[in-house]
Nanobody
Framework: QVQLVESGGGLVQAGGSLRLSCVASGRTFSSYAMGWFRQAPGKEREFVAAISSSDRTSYADTVKGRFTISRDNAKNTVYLQMNSLKPEDTAVYYC?????????????????WGKGTLVTVSS
């Protein structure tokens, strides 16, 4: 059983930055692709960013150029650096593990999820 624990959420003004972290339990973190997703109030959960075991990255068009996903395998941690935040980025952000070293469809193949961390961007 893998546990994912997110942190780093909070309240920030528009234009500001936050860095989210997700720590994974277990010894095989480096072998799996990881992703970030978010769910805004009243909306469905959506893909934000993903990173493969070989550091290939993908981003949703809405965050491309503003968000950066990275990983530190020595710390079993995946990060999401969020810059130039907008009110529409307000959501609960979830970390997820893909069930393979890489991903095809970014919204498919996740086998473990964290409980989420709330990001609120004020205007």
């Amino acid at each position: 059983q893998v546990q994912l624990v997110e942190s780093g959420g909070g309240l920030v003004q528009a234009g500001g930055s936050l860095r989210l972290s997700c720590v994974a339990s277990g010894r095989t973190f480096s072998s799996y692709a990881m992703g970030w997703f978010r769910q805004a109030p009243g909306k469905e959960r959506e893909f934000v960013a993903a990173i493969s075991s070989s550091d290939r990255t993908s981003y949703a068009d809405t965050v491309k150029g503003r968000f950066t996903i990275s990983r530190d395998n020595a710390k079993n941690t995946v990060y999401l650096q969020m810059n130039s935040l907008k009110p529409e980025d307000t959501a609960v952000y979830y970390c997820a593990r893909y069930n393979d070293a890489t991903y095809g469809r970014v919204d498919y193949g996740m086998d473990y999820w964290g409980k989420g961390t709330l990001v609120t961007v004020s205007s």
